[in-house]
């Protein structure tokens, strides 16, 4: 079966960077719309970063912050987060989908990581 598996959350400071993993198994990766939701405290889950059609995708609030990269043939795929502030603390996820469209929609996407948390000081 399908499974997602992150890794690389933790707590740091304002400024500090941190690098997410998202390891698949049981899909053929290069074939699926990869993405990363994260939920806040006390917040519904929202869309952070999605590979799509070709293309990254990045909600506002991180653009020039956050970058996603993939490697196929791991079957990983990362996000390298800098400039890290507190308002980026949540639960990480990583979402997977053969379609995942639209990208930014988490009921786009049939398959999700357990999560990985990450807590920013200030």
């Known amino acids: 079966q399908v499974q997602l598996v992150e890794s690389g959350g933790g707590l740091v400071q304002t400024g500090d960077s941190l690098r997410l993993s998202c390891e698949a198994s049981g899909l053929y990766f290069s074939s699926y719309t990869m993405a990363w939701f994260r939920r806040a405290p006390g917040k519904e889950r929202e869309f952070v970063a999605a590979f799509s059609g070709g293309n990254t995708w990045y909600e506002d609030s991180v653009k020039g912050r956050f970058t996603i990269d993939r490697d196929n043939g791991k079957k990983t795929m990362w996000m390298q987060m800098n400039s890290l502030k507190p308002e980026d603390t949540a639960v990480y996820y990583c979402?997977?989908?053969?379609?995942?469209?639209?990208?930014?929609?988490?009921?786009?996407?049939?398959?999700w990581g357990q999560g990985t948390q990450v807590t920013v000081s200030s």
């Open positions: 979402a997977a989908d053969l379609n995942g469209s639209p990208y930014n929609a988490q009921w786009a996407y049939s398959y």
